[in-house]
């Protein structure tokens, strides 16, 4: 048994290593949007099923020693895409959707080598089975999924804070060579044993249409609550591996306990604390917890789909065939989980006006959980709904569908406009009325406001939230004022709210990934077409873009790029602070934005603004109601020493604080781990 275990552990490892380090690669590329790991979990779960598929087919219509060729053959095939680094040619030119490019990268790059990985599982478990007659595996099926937690677990600890992405990469391509050589040696021992016993056609009940449909709904329930919930983390938190593979590591873990002995799986004690979990994951979602730390957030909703993800296993594993029918019920596990991915992935950003998949996937786990309750003998519930604890069953999980329905309704009441894409939620909410004057709209990206306009003629054109006159931004630009006419750039558009500085002779260029922002700014705002001057919006990834131009040569540079509360990690590396430096102006200003909950990332700025041997500064301001400015923290850089003397700078600017072992960030290298506060 050795060979298959050690077989099976080396692949599911593989397998799920190479997956944060695929999406940290490529996540520059496409704006740093948290909607990059979802595609990427998209892409895995769909040829995860495709493995499980062939490994159905080869093992159901092929012989021993043709299943060794054929695999064999295939495996040293994938060689020849190695090393799994995405070439430069991927980049995107800013205009198209996202998501295919993502995922005919991830094909090309990486697809015939985690196809095969994800082949391992199924097809080893069923020539162990076949070999060894009489042997049940799916402790193996276990132990797979235990490999793959520990690659989860250990690439942000061991792995992502020690090494380079490249050196990532490569690393694990040398371990897929040596996976080739394991799985070869597997794949020929097999070709040895018999046919008959556990495997043979009359052996077994056959499952029937009901059985296949929860092997299918389990999964794509617990797959729908992960994407949801890692989605909803990255959006309003960060767009960071460690947010991506704690709830995966947590979805997994419910699969190894479950699979590994049926006694981890507890019906009684984890049904109790679904309730629990799924009401407070729903309290999660209303409006009375949109301010809460990233100490409770995280907690809430990790826990939360661990016991959702737990039940939902739980019942699967209740639910295994005989062996004969293994293959069939992994497809079927693979389904329901690229099904959950599909969902998610790509159905919700275009069906959705908001990211409703959330809610949505609550409630379908309460109404599943209760007709696989319903379905099993052993429960009160098999007596029927008009039995006691069938109608109480019944009436409480109705209840709380309707409840997650109107308080969805409800966070919308107030909204103007909702639209979505790949990029995330936008959102227009306004408060006061016509004659109100300080009524204003706002602009919001998740929970996060990305601008708010006076809309009386008289206050229209006051330069509100993050970019009151004394703000950093504020101050640099107005200093530079004093000279004449100024070249700005300004990477995030929001509302466009910094256009209100531009005076006749001016020039602002904003840059923007998503196009819905730049609709929405010359729709629903005036600042773009209120400015006195030339204003200009650049469509795309402001790094590449800024790659791709000539020098603009930029009096004030501003680096404002949210996305919820998530910082694009690429606009914050060595690379990107060199290529603003070479976009500025002789004396020109670098103004970083780092107001943030949840990262501290000043002492990242700080950390750039040594490499490139110029000062830096901290100037930290409080909220004004009167004028509608917030509290906002920048960073200015800057060579032109005298900049830093003026008056209305020296006077609340205060120095940039360092942070004790923190490396410097490049492309090739960040940990936001470590700056979590």
């Known amino acids: 048994m050795l060979l298959y275990a050690l077989t099976i552990l080396v692949s599911a490892f593989l397998l799920f290593q190479v997956e944060p380090v695929i999406a940290k690669m490529i996540l520059p590329w496409f704006g740093g949007s948290a909607a990059v790991w979802t595609t990427c979990l998209l892409f895995f779960q769909v040829v995860l099923l495709l493995g499980y598929l062939y490994a159905h087919l080869l093992i159901r219509f092929v ?115 040596a996976f080739v050589l394991l799985c070869g040696a597997t794949a020929l021992v097999s070709r040895t044993g018999t046919d008959s016993g556990v495997l043979e056609e009359g052996e077994g009940q056959r499952p029937g249409a009901a059985l296949y449909f929860f092997w299918i709904a389990l999964p794509a329930c617990a797959s729908v609550l992960l994407l949801a919930i890692t989605n909803h983390l990255s959006q309003n938190v960060a767009a960071i591996p460690f947010l991506w593979v704690l709830p995966l590591s947590l979805y997994l873990l419910s699969f190894i306990l479950c699979f590994e002995r049926s006694a981890w799986y507890h019906r009684g004690l984890f049904l109790r604390l679904l309730i629990v979990a799924l009401g407070g994951m729903a ?14 957030l995280i907690p809430l909703l990790t826990a939360g789909l661990f016991v959702c993800s737990m039940v939902c296993h739980g019942e699967l594993a209740r639910l295994k065939p005989h062996p004969r029918f293994l293959t069939s019920y992994y497809v079927m596990i693979s389904v329901g989980g690229a099904l959950g991915g599909v969902l998610v992935g790509l159905m919700a950003p275009r069906l959705f006006q908001g990211y409703y998949e959330l809610p949505a996937g609550l409630g379908g786990c309460a109404l599943l959980v209760l007709l696989v309750l319903r379905r099993d003998p052993e429960t009160s519930l098999s007596k029927g709904w008009k039995s006691p604890a069938g109608a109480v069953s019944a009436v409480l999980a109705a209840g709380f569908v309707i409840y997650l ?57 006051w330069p509100t939230t993050y970019y009151g006159p004394e703000s950093g931004v504020g101050l640099a630009i107005r200093e530079r004022q004093e000279m004449g006419p100024m070249r700005v750039g300004v990477i995030g558009l929001g509302t466009g709210t910094l256009a209100a500085y531009g005076r006749a002779g001016d020039y ?33 990834d402001a790094r590449l873009s800024l790659e791709r131009e000539p020098q603009q040569a930029f009096d004030v540079l501003a680096v404002d790029a949210f996305s919820g509360d998530s910082i694009p990690v690429h606009l914050l590396t060595r690379e990107a602070f060199a290529l603003y430096r070479r976009h500025l102006a002789p004396g020109g200003v670098l103004a970083v934005h780092v107001s943030n909950k949840y990262l501290d990332l000043t002492p990242v700025v700080r950390m750039q603004a040594d490499a490139l041997g110029e000062p830096s500064m901290l100037l930290d301001t409080e909220d ?41 960030w490049t492309d090739d290298y960040s940990n936001l781990f470590q700056i979590l506060k």
């Not at 969805?408 to 103007?416: A, G, L």
């Not at 077409?529 to 919006?537: F, I, N, P, R, Y």
């Open 405 to 461: 329905a109107v308080q969805t309704s409800q966070n919308d009441r107030d909204y103007n406009l909702k639209l979505r894409n790949f990029y995330g939620g936008l959102r227009i909410t306004g408060e006061g009325g016509p004659s109100d004057p300080d009524a204003v709209r706002k602009l919001l990206h998740g929970t996060i406001n990305h601008g708010t306009q006076f809309i009386s003629r008289e206050r229209r054109n």
């Open 624 to 664: 004004n109601d009167a004028t509608g400015t917030f509290g906002a923290t920048w960073v200015l850089i800057s060579a032109r020493q005298e900049f830093f003397a003026k008056p209305a700078i020296k006077a609340v600017a205060e120095e940039a604080e360092p942070k004790k072992g923190l490396r410097l």
């Open 63 to 177: 012989s021993r020693r043709g299943q060794a060729l054929v695999h064999i053959g295939l495996l040293f095939a994938s060689l020849l895409v190695l090393p799994v680094v995405p070439g430069a040619g991927w980049k995107p030119s800013g205009t198209e959707d996202p998501t295919w490019r993502i995922l005919l990268l991830l094909g090309a790059t990486v697809g015939l080598p985690y196809f095969l990985l994800s082949t391992t599982g199924p097809l080893v478990q069923g020539w162990y089975a076949r070999r060894f007659k009489g042997a049940v595996p799916y402790r193996l099926y276990a132990l797979s999924n235990a490999g793959s937690m520990f690659a989860l677990l250990s690439y942000p600890v061991l792995f992502e804070p020690v090494f380079a992405t490249h050196q990532q990469a490569m690393g694990w391509s040398f371990g897929f060579a």
């Open 508 to 540: 602002y260029r904003f840059y923007e990934i998503n196009p819905l922002v730049i609709e929405l700014a010359r729709t629903w705002f005036t600042y773009l077409g209120d400015s006195k001057a030339h204003v200009e919006c650049a469509l795309g």
């Open 283 to 296: 309290y999660v979602l209303s409006e009375d917890f949109e301010n809460a730390s990233i100490k409770m």
